[in-house]
C-alpha cells in the first residue's frame, strides 16, 4: 500500500508546474561605502533666548494654588487623617 502512495506524489511532483519567484529573478542591491568627514562642531551659533516678559510675577504660594484646588487639599486632609486612624499611630489630631 505505501507503495501506491509513493506512486501517487511522484506524480504530482512531475505534473506541477515549476513557478519563479521574485526573489530569484530580482537583482540585489550593492551597498554604498559609507564616507566619514570630519565637521568642526565646536563653533555652531546657537540662536539667543529671549523669554518672553510678563507683567505679573506670581510667587510660588500662587502656583501652588494654581494647580492645587481647595477641593483637593481637603480630599488629601481627609485622606492622611484617616490613614492615620487606620494605622493606630500614637498620635492625637
Given at each position: 500500500m505505501d507503495d501506491d502512495d509513493d506512486d501517487d506524489d511522484d506524480v504530482d511532483?512531475?505534473?506541477a508546474p515549476l513557478i519563479k519567484t521574485a526573489t530569484n529573478t530580482?537583482?540585489?542591491k550593492v551597498a554604498r561605502p559609507t564616507t566619514w568627514r570630519k565637521?568642526?562642531?565646536s563653533n555652531t551659533p546657537f540662536p539667543t533666548y529671549t523669554h518672553p516678559t510678563s507683567g505679573c510675577i506670581e510667587s510660588p504660594y500662587q502656583y501652588f494654588k494654581r494647580?492645587?484646588?481647595?477641593q483637593l487639599i481637603s480630599n488629601i486632609t481627609y485622606q492622611t487623617n484617616l490613614y492615620v486612624t487606620q494605622k493606630d499611630v500614637n498620635t492625637s489630631l
Open positions: 511532483e512531475r505534473t530580482s537583482k540585489k565637521v568642526d562642531i494647580y492645587f484646588s481647595p
